[in-house]
């Protein structure tokens, strides 16, 4: 596992996409062709069932420790992570094992039907069998995320540098159906097992956002406006009765949103089009939060299906029957589309953008500001002549983004993160004013730099009001402007209201507590919408 | 123990009218090493090992009122005896032993049990009280031995120089520079940064060797230091000097390394678990041969580390002191001014 163990070292402590796509590379060069395949395997997903339960694991640990139990949560909440708290706590090894990564898969896959006895003889031995950071990798190709930032977009990426293969292909390999015990490594990355040329995508068209006055755009009438979607961007590619959904970030997603393919495959004609994923019910978008909560998930439930059911709102048309539409205008694209998307295909669930029709520019200030109340998070300017460009590309298209809401709150609990985040406080919890007390408003932890997260922490480990646990209750001191998309009555919470979107705009070192809002001013915002 | 109190000045010996490494400046201060969280300026007399002398002097001001002793020797202060024992923290570090009408208080300073090759050894010493630190008390601190480092310091080194690369360390300038030049002594040509060069000039002139190094100039010549290896400050991560540092490979060597989140923190090429605390059988080994009746556990994880220390039986209390607030943070910043020449 030396190779193995190097690569995810080299791959851990960079967080340039540059440098791990080189370890990988380098990894690809030189490990056994099985363990290849069992590398692309575990960075895509497609890993064997957990053999052993986390909970054994921990049991096992404090047996062979002698620890009790509140020094072990106590360690892994500075970790962050089980598998790595395990493998540090441990004694040093008796003995030394090395075998390649795909005879630990296999004899991994061999422990799943074994009783509890033959599972722990077989653990207990790996763990004095390895050292550190191999007893990490071990825990974690039991189970559990590898969280060293590689997506399947840098995996893809590395073997197209290997290969000289075409990312985009090789996205449809990996992801593709194949058996790790009937594919070579090269018969992968070659593709044998797909056709490529019926899920190939186009690169997306990126918009600027809006930099000049309405009027310096020209007429209204050279513009298609619509409302923007805070979904995800996503392309699909229906081809010789194939469909294929790509996102964004060109990581092929078709299997996470099966209603999707379903309303596409009613439509005639092979087609590419440009849209949002969205969470979508009853007619209206969901916030994305909800959408979330269908992304990245190995199954998906029926009363997932149910309770957030998702949806495609059609921006453009790339590609018609064969043919490449996207030098043609737009406004000739759009009438493509409308053909493609008339009765009686189109439902709630998979329709056209709606263009707003407007006479003069100043109506879409109104329409701007209230975008909000229909979850939308502004508009898009589309030029009718434009073509569909390349990539990011000024001038063509233009977003026009509602400003965030903002309030000021102080921090009242603080936690810390995971994987590079994991030594630092950065999930902060803030309050406003309630009366003479304080009332929890929202969650956040984007937002803030490095330097002041680092700040951050060093007050939370001398102002924390708690000694033990994850969570640190902390002096009410910390002022920060928290920024959010929206806000709405809510019975759920405490304080009455729901923030869509918070994150933190910025630490207002300036502040005092006594100026931060109120829950009377911060209902109001919620009024004036 | 009675002859012991804890203030908001820092920590008091009654009878001998003197404090232990204090935070507020006092008039006769005992000083465990020279880290800045420990030997802080302003007190009016300053007493230490002689190791640290210079260290103090060359950190605090040349005229500093300053007097010192070496190891095997009693000084009576108001009838309560000084004594001095290694450490093995950094170069002059001592546990600082106190005796007044047959009672006996051990304070650790800092300190680390495992040898290494440039500081004295830690010695365990019997007491009735036991002052100790805890920085890394929390059983997932586990540190490899000093062959081990070196074996894994220097093949890095070496793996650089095979890629093309310079190799950058980043140390504080007091301990963690000296031990990592004691680690990759011998490979190759070694450059340090003003900071550091400085303070082992002032190490040397009390008559310890070191190995040998080369001040690393501001206006450096790219291909004097390329492959080679460069000590400087942490402070100066992101700063212009190591910026022109030609393909460099930086690593941080710390204790808090040992766990992932830290090392993937910093962004750096690589992070490795060297220490100049204890870990965490280190501070266990040394509670229990210290044979102390009360235990009382100051800066890192007091909480923690009393706690477990009272369910195993040995009776201990956590001391809230301003020790080990990322030491020396100061006194680099400083550094990393002077040096975006």
Redesign the interface.
Known sequence: MKNFSELISAI?????TNAKIDALVNYFKVAPEKDKLWLISIFTGKRPPRPVKSNLMKQWAFEI?K??E???L??YS????LG??IA??LP?PTHKIDKPLHVWMRELIALKPKSEEEKKEYVLNAWAGLEMQER?IFNKLIGGSFRIGVSKKTLVNALSKLSGIDANQLMHSIIGNWDINKISFEDLINGSHINYDNSKPYPFFLAYALEKELPELGQPEEWQVEYKWDGIRGQIVKRNNEIYIWSRGEELVTEQFPEIVENISKLENDFVIDGEILALKDSAVLLFNDLQKRLNRKNITKKMLEEIPVGFYVYDLLEWNGEDYREKPLEERRRTLEQLLAKPFVSEQLKLSEVIQFKKWESLIDLRENARSINSEGLMLKQKKSGYHVGRKKGDWWKWKVDPLTIDAVMIYAQK?S??????YTDYTFAVKKGDGLVTVAKAYSGLT?VEITEIS?WVN?NAIE??GPVRTVKAELVFEIAFEGIAYSKRHKSGVALRFPRIKRWRKDKPVSEIDTIESVTALIEAQ | MKFIKFTKKGIYCIPGKFYLDPWLPVDHAIISHGHADHSRSGNKHYFCHDDSKAILKHRLGADISIESMGYNQTRIINNVSVSFYPAGHVIGSVQIRLEYKGEVVVFTGDYKTQPDFITDPFESVKCHTFITESTFG?????WKTELQLQEQLQNWVLQNQANNKTSVFLGYSLGKSQRIMSLIDGIDKVYVHTAINNLNNAISSSGIALPETTLLKQDFDKKDIQNKIIIMPPGLLGSRLLKRVPNAAVAICSG?M????????K?????FAVSDHADWNGLLSAVKASEAEKVYVTHGSQ??FS??LN?IGIAAEELITDYG??QLASEEKKDNSTANV
């Open positions: 851990e402590i960079t967080n340039k420790t620890l009790p509140w020094l072990f106590e360690s500075t970790v962050g992570d790595e708290t540090l706590i040093d990490l993160g994987g590079r985040r994991s030594s630092k490095d060093r001398k000694k033990f | 929390l059983p997932i601190y586990n808090w040992q766990i992932r989140g830290n090392r993937r923190w962004a750096v090429d690589a992070g909480a923690t706690k477990y369910e607030d990322e």
